[in-house]
T-cell receptor, first 115, second 108 residues
């Protein structure tokens, strides 16, 4: 099955700075990579995802980049705000590379944005 | 509004007791999933179901059971065989996985 490693486990930034979280995966057949944001006491919420046919995807202050050769993908948050403080999880398919379905999650990154 | 609802929000289990966590969705999704979340370990898959009346074990199914009699419902039972049940349990539905807000289970 898929193995997903996520770094760093904690990240502290000043408001307005950028934040980058990186994940590596093991199955070269994987072709779908979502990112989730989890606020305290809530379930994770999908914030952005990328498929293997593109190298980058942006949505306002959030972007995800994918390097299939190196088997890693990263979440980039620009102009961070205190409300970006949360736990962020990356994930990759746990089913032999299929785009949707079972996912293996990274261990999570606790992002703290200081005003 | 469409969504996925988990209940109760908090649950306490006594020694030797089975408890059932509810998960209901009105998103018309075929696939549903149960995850366990422990601090520093991310989410681990317990069971999943891709269609009514069918389900498969995930990575940590021992001590848990599920049923899928209706498309909208995927309840999880934590049995007395699960010796370390204290965790945050998350239910999700759909191929891109919409999550509920979880049930926190503790031992009395």
């Amino acid at each position: 099955g898929e193995n997903v490693e996520q770094h760093p486990s904690t990240l502290s930034v000043q408001e307005g700075d950028s934040a980058v979280i990186k994940c590596t995966y093991s199955d070269s057949a994987s072709n779908y990579f979502p990112w989730y944001k989890q606020e305290l006491g809530k379930g994770p919420q999908l914030i952005i995802d990328i498929r293997s046919n593109v190298g980058e995807k942006k949505d306002q202050r959030i972007a995800v980049t994918l390097n299939k050769t190196a088997k890693h993908f990263s979440l980039h948050i620009t102009e961070t705000q205190p409300e970006d403080s949360a736990v962020y999880f990356c994930a990759a398919p746990n089913a032999g590379g299929t785009s949707y379905g079972k996912l293996t999650f990274g261990q999570g990154t606790i992002l703290t944005v200081h005003p | 509004d469409g969504g996925i609802t988990q209940s109760p929000k908090y649950l306490f289990r006594k020694e030797g007791q089975n408890v059932t966590l509810s998960c209901e969705q009105n998103l018309n999704h075929d696939a549903m999933y149960w995850y366990r979340q422990d601090p520093g370990q991310g989410l681990r898959l317990i069971y999943y179901s891709q269609i009514v009346n069918d389900f498969q074990k995930g990575d940590i199914a021992e001590g848990y059971s599920v049923s899928r009699e209706k498309k909208e419902s995927f309840p999880l039972t934590v049995t007395s065989a699960q010796k370390n049940p204290t965790a945050f349990y998350l239910c999700a539905s759909g191929t891109t996985q919409h999550f509920g807000d979880g049930t926190r289970l503790s031992i009395l």
